[in-house]
């Protein structure tokens, strides 16, 4: 599963006008099915769970609201009982801890057109900062300051703010050897998740070129299954959610994700549509269906070809 709260748990996108161009010149899958799932998976406190008549979290809510957002579809205009995923959100403020959090749902408030300062309780991207060590990092760990970037873009701060470009020079430290990164900090092992995480922030700062993310680039490249998939960490087994990451961190790199393929295998969107179920939710692998609103919602990110920040249908 992917990694961070955010990951498996990720006017204002990444690099904009390089990923509007890359995502112009691909073919883009039908999403229509995947959108009517998740659809009919809302509450009726319009938010939602982890599968199909599970309680609602803003964990779940959270990713669908960026899926949604992603493929084009207003998350607002979905209504049950007469709640959005909105309303949900701001239900469930109360049950946000650790940066985590704050930092996913800074991002779905972004893709809802919503201002982080809506949210009740007091603002979100305030409290993230007090996450923010001597050191530019958000609690000395990989995972969490590249997610602190993305939100932090998502709530307008511009790429060359000096607190994302200390969260960014610090990030850039902790790339392995490999060309990777782990959750932690340098040294601790590379995954896919991660490294996708980190370059898309890096990007999202500003960054859009150099030995950092030209490295990144070759890691994600290599650890393609032959089976176009991804796994978490490289000889694993492919999943849907460590592949959706892989697409969105290789996007923010430039790279045309169509024709990304392993010893003639197909393409990581290939792979991804090869686990789209009849009713439209995309299974976590070819032999587990766990948390199918988390991994459609995730997947649709991936398969519109929308890396992070997820920009709002319709600001409010």
Not at 250 to 267: D, H, K, M, P, Y
Not at 277 to 306: C, F, I, K, N
Request: net charge positive.
């Amino acid at each position: 599963m992917a990694t961070l709260l955010l990951s498996g748990s990720r006017a204002g996108g990444v690099s904009d006008s390089r990923a509007a161009s890359v995502i112009g010149s691909q073919s883009r899958l039908d999403i229509g099915r995947e959108v009517g799932f998740l659809g009919a998976a809302q509450n009726p406190d319009g938010g939602f769970g982890g599968a199909r008549g599970q309680s609602s979290s803003e964990l779940y809510s959270g990713w669908v609201a960026m899926g949604l957002a992603a493929a084009g579809r207003d998350p607002l205009s979905l209504r049950r009982g007469g709640h959005t995923v909105l309303d949900s959100l701001r239900a469930e403020a109360s049950s946000l801890h650790g940066a985590g959090d704050l930092e996913r749902t800074i991002l779905a408030l972004h893709a809802c057109g919503a201002s982080p300062g809506s949210l009740p309780g007091g603002d979100p991207v305030g409290k993230l900062l007090r996450f923010r060590g001597a050191d530019a990092s958000f609690g000395h760990l990989t995972n969490l300051t590249a997610f602190a970037i993305l939100a932090l873009r998502a709530a307008g701060y511009p790429p060359g703010s000096p607190v994302l470009h200390g969260a960014a020079r610090w990030l850039a430290r902790q790339q392995d050897s490999d060309g990777g990164f782990g959750f932690g900090t340098r040294g601790g092992g590379s995954d896919v998740d991660d490294t996708a995480a980190a370059a898309q922030a890096i990007a999202a700062a500003g960054v859009h070129s150099g030995p950092t993310l030209a490295r990144a680039g070759e890691f994600l490249i290599h650890a393609q299954n032959r089976d176009g998939g991804y796994p978490q960490q490289p000889g694993g087994s492919s999943n849907a959610q460590s592949t959706s990451w892989a697409i969105q961190g290789l996007l923010a790199l430039g790279r045309n994700v169509s024709i990304v393929t392993r010893e003639g295998s197909r393409s990581p969107l290939g792979y991804l549509h090869s686990l789209i179920a009849p009713d439209g939710s995309v299974r976590y692998s070819r032999t587990g269906a766990q948390t199918p609103v988390w991994v459609t919602a995730q997947a649709l990110t991936a398969l519109a070809q929308r890396p992070l920040p997820i920009a709002p249908v319709r600001p409010r």
